[in-house]
C-alpha cells in the first residue's frame, strides 16, 4: 500500500488530522439536491471526508457559505481570451473554472503541430487542469489559406499524451456527411475517444449521418427545438455563452433536472472584458438561476455532467475519493465565489508564482502583403449583390442579396443601408489572396477595424467605410504582430499587439482589458451599435458557420459549400 493511499484512508477515517478542513460549511450535494451541514475533509489533492466533522492541519472557516464541486468548461478556445495559458489560468481560475477542456485550433492554424505541443506544455504547468483535444480540422475548409495543415499523422504523436482528450470539434460536417477520407481517417483513429462535435443547424437525416460516425457532443445549437432532437439522439449539448455566441438564453428550457445528466456548461470564445464585466462559467450560472434555472440543473451541468460526458471519472462531485476540486459560495443562487481549491491547493495569487512559464510560439506570424485602397475593390455580381448581414449575439449571419450603389461597374458601400466592406487579406505569407465583400449590421459610419483574430485561419479580417482607412488598418497589423486596430481618417486611434501567432498578447490580463476597453470606446466613435465588434470582426472568416461568409478566396455560401460567383 502506498503511503498518500494509506494516508488517504487513515484522514478520511478520522484516525488522524486531515491536511486540509472546509469547517462549517453547507455542502449542495449534487446527487439528491438536498443541502447538508458539514465539513470538508482533504488529504493531499483528494476529498477523504464528507457529511461529519473532521480536524486538519489546516482549517479554514467557511461557516453561513455553500460548497460546490470546481466548474468544468466543456469546450473553449484559450486564445480567444486574448491572453497565454498561464494568464488565462490566473484569470479565470478563481472564478471557480478548476478544469478547462480547450481546441488549441486557433494557434494550430497559425503554427501547425508546434502550437499543440506549446498548449500541452502549458497545461502541464498551470494550476488549473487544461485539457487538450487535439485540433481535428486544421483548416476548416479548402476554401481559405492557413498557416498549417494538420492531417492524422500530425496528431498521433500527441494522442497518448496525459493531457490528451480526443478529438476536437468536427467541424468539417459536409466532410463527414461526404466521407471525406482525410476526415474518416480522423475519426477512425479516435473512435474509442471522445470526439467532440460541431454541426450549427444541421437536423434530420443529416444529423444522423454525422451522430453515427461516432461524435457525441455539440456547442451549436442555438434554438431549444435544434438542441431537443440532439438530445433526443443521443447528442450531449454544451450549453454555450461567449462574447458574440450568447445561446444561454435560447436555450434555457433544456436545463431541467431531467436533462442535467446530458448537458454542460461552455464559453467557446470569451474575451478578458466580458470575463472582468460579468465573469466566465459563474456568470452562466448565476443568469440562469435568475432566468430560472433549477439550481441543481445547472450546477451538475457545471460540474458533475460534463467530467462524465468526457470521461473524467474523478471529479465532479464534493465527495470522498475525488478529486479536491472545491469552490465556496457566498451564496449558492448568485455563484459569488469566495474560495477556490484546485487539485487541493488553495488558489491564491502567491499561488500562480512557482509555474514554469514555457516561452510562446509564432511571434513574427503576420506576412502579409503592403496593401493599397485599390486593392481592396469588390468585384462585380450580376443582380444584387451577396452582403453578410450580422445578428448580434450570433455568429450565424444572414446570406442578404442587396441593391448597391454602383461606381465604374463595381458596387459600393452604402452607409444609408449599414453597408460596409469588409476584407480578408491572407497574412501567412503563402498566396497573397485578397477577398472582399459587404457586411450589413455594424452601425459603422467612418473609418474601419481591423484584425489578425479570423476564425479559423486568421487572416487579416477588417471592416470599414473607406478602402483607405481600411488599408491603413491592415498594413498596421503587420507592423505590431498582429491583434485589433481601430483607424479613422488615416489616424490609429487605439490598438493592441498580440504577438504570439497573431491571438494573444503577452502582457497581463487586467493590462489586455485596459486596451480593449479603449478598442472598444474607439470602435464607438465609429459609430457601430454592436456590444462586441472585434469577435465579431473575427467569424465573420468562418466558413462552416452558417450562412454566408468571406474568405481570402472571397464571398462563401456556407449552405451551398462554394464560392458566391461574381459576374463573368
Excluded at 34 to 42: G, K, L, T
Excluded at 287 to 303: C, N
Excluded at 387 to 393: A, H, M, N, S, T
Aim: contains cysteine; hydrophobic residues 40%; aromatic residues 6%.
Amino acid at each position: 500500500m502506498s503511503e498518500e493511499l494509506r494516508r488517504r484512508i487513515d484522514q478520511g477515517a478520522g484516525n488522524e488530522p486531515a491536511d486540509l478542513v472546509l469547517k462549517g460549511g453547507r455542502l449542495f450535494d449534487l446527487i439528491t439536491g438536498v443541502i447538508i451541514e458539514s465539513d470538508i475533509a482533504i488529504c493531499g489533492d483528494t476529498i477523504v471526508g464528507t457529511c461529519g466533522t473532521y480536524s486538519g492541519t489546516r482549517e479554514i472557516d467557511v461557516s453561513g457559505k455553500t460548497v460546490v464541486p470546481g466548474f468544468i468548461d466543456t469546450h473553449l478556445h484559450i486564445e480567444s481570451s486574448l491572453v497565454t495559458p498561464y494568464e488565462f489560468d490566473r484569470c479565470v481560475l478563481p472564478r471557480g473554472v478548476t478544469t478547462a477542456i480547450c481546441d488549441p485550433h486557433e494557434i494550430a492554424n497559425v503554427t501547425g503541430a508546434a502550437g499543440i505541443r506549446y498548449f500541452l506544455d502549458c497545461a502541464e504547468n498551470t494550476l488549473m487542469d487544461v485539457r487538450v483535444q487535439l485540433s481535428s480540422c486544421v483548416p476548416a475548409t479548402s476554401f481559405e489559406t492557413s498557416g498549417a495543415v494538420l492531417e492524422i499523422d500530425d496528431l498521433l504523436p500527441f494522442k497518448e499524451h496525459p493531457k490528451v482528450i480526443g478529438l476536437a470539434e468536427f467541424m468539417n460536417y459536409p466532410g463527414v456527411l461526404a466521407k471525406d477520407p482525410a476526415c474518416l481517417a480522423k475519426i477512425a483513429a479516435f473512435s474509442t475517444d471522445p470526439i467532440d462535435g460541431h454541426a450549427p443547424q444541421v437536423r434530420g437525416y443529416d444529423l444522423n449521418g454525422y451522430l453515427a460516425a461516432g461524435i457525441r457532443t455539440d456547442h451549436e445549437a442555438t434554438t431549444a427545438d435544434e438542441a431537443l432532437e440532439k438530445l433526443k439522439k443521443g447528442m450531449h449539448i454544451l450549453v454555450r455563452e461567449g462574447s458574440v455566441s450568447k445561446d444561454l438564453e435560447a436555450l434555457m428550457p433544456i436545463i431541467t433536472e431531467r436533462n442535467s445528466p446530458f448537458i454542460a456548461l461552455c464559453t467557446d470564445d470569451r474575451n478578458p472584458l466580458d470575463i472582468g464585466e460579468w465573469g466566465h462559467l459563474d456568470h452562466m450560472i448565476r443568469t440562469a438561476i435568475a432566468a430560472g434555472a433549477d439550481p441543481l440543473a445547472i450546477y451538475r451541468a457545471a460540474s458533475i455532467s460534463g467530467a462524465r460526458i468526457f470521461g473524467l471519472r474523478d471529479r465532479g462531485l464534493v465527495a470522498p475519493g475525488w478529486r479536491a476540486d472545491v469552490v465556496v459560495l457566498d451564496e449558492l443562487e448568485s455563484c459569488s465565489v469566495n474560495t477556490v481549491i484546485c487539485g487541493g491547493v488553495l488558489v491564491a495569487e502567491t499561488a500562480f508564482a512557482g509555474r514554469k512559464i514555457v516561452p510562446p510560439v509564432g511571434r513574427d506570424s503576420v506576412k502579409a502583403p503592403v496593401v493599397h485602397a485599390d486593392q481592396l475593390m469588390s468585384p462585380a455580381y450580376n443582380g444584387d449583390i451577396p452582403v453578410i448581414g450580422i445578428i448580434p449575439g450570433k455568429i450565424i449571419t444572414d446570406h442578404l442579396r442587396m441593391d448597391l450603389p454602383v461606381k465604374a461597374g463595381l458596387p459600393q458601400v452604402d452607409l444609408d443601408q449599414d453597408v460596409i466592406k469588409t476584407a480578408v487579406i491572407e497574412r501567412h505569407g503563402k498566396t497573397g489572396n485578397i477577398g472582399v465583400g459587404f457586411v450589413k449590421g455594424f452601425g459603422i459610419k467612418h473609418g474601419a477595424i481591423a484584425s489578425t483574430v479570423g476564425h479559423d485561419s486568421h487572416n487579416i479580417c477588417v471592416v470599414g467605410a473607406t478602402e483607405e482607412d481600411m488599408a491603413v488598418a491592415a498594413n498596421r497589423l503587420r507592423d505590431i504582430e498582429g491583434g485589433f486596430v481601430v483607424v479613422d481618417g488615416g489616424e490609429v486611434l487605439a490598438e493592441i499587439s498580440l504577438p504570439v501567432a497573431g491571438l494573444m498578447s503577452l502582457e497581463p490580463y487586467e493590462a489586455v482589458h485596459e486596451r480593449l476597453l479603449k478598442l472598444r470606446e474607439a470602435a464607438e466613435s465609429l459609430g457601430t451599435v454592436l456590444e462586441e465588434p472585434f469577435l465579431q470582426v473575427a467569424f465573420l472568416p468562418l466558413p462552416v458557420i452558417p450562412h454566408l461568409k468571406i474568405t481570402d478566396h472571397g464571398m462563401f455560401d456556407v449552405d451551398l459549400f462554394e464560392l458566391v460567383r461574381s459576374a463573368d
